[in-house]
């Protein structure tokens, strides 16, 4: 069973940066796609970013031109650059690891989420 584990997430201020990383157990991390969702309270998970095991990436208009998703296969970590960050980033952050790139459909393998509070 792969393991997913977020780090980096915590209170920023308004206009502040923060990274997410997401550390994989598995062996074909560089064979999967990587996603980044959220879910902020009383509101469905919705995706953040994705990458493809090519590099290709995709993100949500909220948070274009603000953040970046990266990956290390050597290091099987995925990444969440996120600059100029604002109030309504608050949300539980998880890291998705998935075969296909229906980034739309809740599937795959998830971590267990890091909190990441924006404060005004």
């Known amino acids: 069973q792969v393991q997913l584990v977020e780090s980096g997430g915590g209170l920023v201020q308004a206009g502040g940066s923060l990274r997410l990383s997401c550390g994989a157990s598995?062996?074909?991390?560089?064979?999967?796609?990587m996603g980044w969702y959220r879910q902020a309270p009383g509101k469905q998970r919705d995706l953040v970013a994705g990458?493809?095991?090519?590099?290709?990436?995709i993100y949500a208009d909220s948070v274009k031109g603000r953040f970046t998703i990266s990956r290390d296969n050597a290091k099987k970590t995925v990444y969440l650059q996120m600059s100029s960050l604002k109030p309504e980033d608050t949300a539980v952050y998880y890291c998705n690891r998935r075969l296909i790139t229906d980034w739309g459909n809740e599937h795959g393998h998830w971590g267990q989420g890091t909190q990441v509070t924006v404060s005004s």
């Open positions: 598995d062996s074909i991390f560089s064979s999967m796609a």
């Open positions: 990458i493809t095991r090519g590099g290709s990436t």
